[in-house]
């Protein structure tokens, strides 16, 4: 356990980041993923996004339930103003092959945008308890694998090398660790915005999965199988999340 807690919320979403770095285990074992494969990983991603979400929901929001509610709709409305700005509402994230040369940097984009709220997350579940912050952030990384693996098997089928695509992947994971320490310092120095910032995180996250990532996966690999591999990874996180302390 690291004493000072800024300390550890900056440890956590760094081992976080790094942990997407695993995310090109796959795209090295394979020259080219199979469509289906990229669907279940953003399936199983979604599904941890969405445990994340309910733990979240469940430790903080009933005490305050209409400025969480507030904190949601910012956090939905901030999403869709960005992408509304960046032109990427309805981008696919998962095109292999697509050679459009502005695709790369809009994925890049869209990657670092999505992290951000996930960062919000681990830093706002900080100030609840050291474990719960510690827990989101392992949901975190591991849900950082099969997203940094989706984006870093469609770079590479864009023509960048292995390490190139690999370490794009994981550099979009640098919003995570910049929203988690501000988040963290902003609420642990004024704690009256915790309900904020966990409407905030709540709203972004589920907006994400319903928006961003599941309309992609059940084109690749068909309603039933995405609907059960989200629904079990959310399962595991909420099991594991009701042995806390
Ligand atoms: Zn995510």
């Known amino acids: 356990m690291i004493a000072d807690p800024t300390l550890a919320v900056l440890t956590y979403s760094g081992l976080a980041l790094l942990s997407a770095g695993f995310g090109a285990i796959p795209v090295a074992l394979r020259q080219r993923l199979p469509p289906s494969w990229l669907g279940w990983a953003n399936a199983v991603a979604a599904g941890l996004m969405l445990g994340v979400a309910y733990i979240l929901m469940a430790a903080g929001l009933p005490r305050t339930p209409a400025i969480g509610a507030t904190g949601a709709v910012l956090g939905i409305g901030f999403l869709?103003?960005?992408?509304?700005?960046?032109?990427?509402?309805?981008?696919?994230?998962?095109?292999?092959?697509?050679?459009?040369?502005?695709?790369?940097?809009?994925?890049?984009?869209?990657?670092?945008?999505?992290a951000a709220p996930e960062g919000i997350a681990i830093g706002v579940a900080m100030t609840l308890s050291p474990w719960l912050g510690g827990f989101m952030a392992l949901a975190i990384a591991v849900h950082n694998v099969p997203e940094a693996a989706v984006l870093a098997a469609v770079l590479k089928s864009r023509g960048l090398t292995l390490i190139q695509a690999a370490g794009a992947a994981t550099a979009t994971r640098v919003?995570?660790?910049?929203?988690?320490?501000?988040?963290?310092?902003?609420?642990?120095?004024?704690?009256?915005?915790?309900?904020?910032?966990?409407?905030?995180?709540?709203?972004?996250l589920l907006y994400l999965v319903m928006a961003e990532l599941l309309p992609h996966c059940y084109r690749q690999a068909g309603h039933t199988s995405i609907a059960l591999v989200a629904i079990l990874a959310m399962g595991m996180v909420v099991l594991l999340a009701a042995g806390a302390p």
């Open 80 to 114: 869709y103003w960005t992408h509304g700005v960046a032109g990427t509402q309805e981008l696919d994230l998962d095109r292999l092959g697509d050679p459009a040369p502005d695709y790369g940097y809009q994925l890049l984009l869209v990657n670092t945008l999505h």
């Open 175 to 204: 919003s995570q660790v910049l929203f988690a320490v501000t988040t963290f310092a902003v609420v642990a120095a004024a704690p009256g915005l915790a309900p904020w910032a966990l409407g905030v995180a709540v709203g972004a």
